[in-house]
């Protein structure tokens, strides 16, 4: 079932419930990682409802190996440990219900809806147009990748709260 599309220059972010179309790279554990640019910039998929995004979570196996990086930050070298992994997608998801004050939720976007790769996460408070219609889309505030990611650099001041919050998440410190 196709739900709509953003296009972005040459980079049409499908937004679609079905498994990819014919011809899109399939990535699993035993592939070689694929170039996190080129999935970043590639093809992906929003999650538009919060019951989409709350099954998707669900997918996600919090020991594969996921980088966590938050836009403007130094890049990590290593993957999070489980137990970091599981934190931040209960942060994030609260987070974004109580930022993001739609009843939707179309700013968390994936290379693949089932077997995912790459999770590109929006920050509710700098949203601009993220499907990237316009000139200057926004970057996205999180990433959360099983490879390792390349540093973005962002022209915004990240809020003091919110590298608090992403500062605390990372070492365990209550929130």
């Known amino acids: 079932m196709m739900i709509g599309e953003c296009v972005r220059g040459r980079t049409s972010y499908a937004t679609t419930l079905q498994d990819k179309p ?6 699993s554990k035993a592939a070689p990682t694929p170039d996190f640019d080129r999935v970043l910039g590639g093809m992906l998929y929003s999650l538009l409802t919060w019951q989409q995004l709350a099954e998707f979570w669900s997918r996600i196996d919090p020991a594969a190996g996921w980088y966590l990086y938050a836009v403007g930050e130094t890049p ?4 999070a440990q489980t137990s970091q992994v599981n934190a931040f997608i209960q942060q994030i998801d609260e987070l974004l219900r109580r930022d993001h004050d739609e009843d939707y939720c179309g700013i968390v976007y994936t290379d693949d809806l089932q077997h995912p790769s790459l999770v590109k996460i929006y920050d509710p408070h700098h949203l601009g147009s993220s499907c990237g219609s316009s000139k200057n889309p926004p970057l996205p505030g999180w990433i959360i990748s099983r490879m390792p990611p390349t540093e973005i650099q962002s022209k915004s001041t990240v809020p003091a709260n919110r590298k608090r919050w992403w500062q605390a998440l990372l070492t365990g410190a209550d929130n």
């Open 22 to 27: 014919l011809g899109m790279p399939i990535i």
């Open 76 to 79: 990590p070298d290593t993957p």
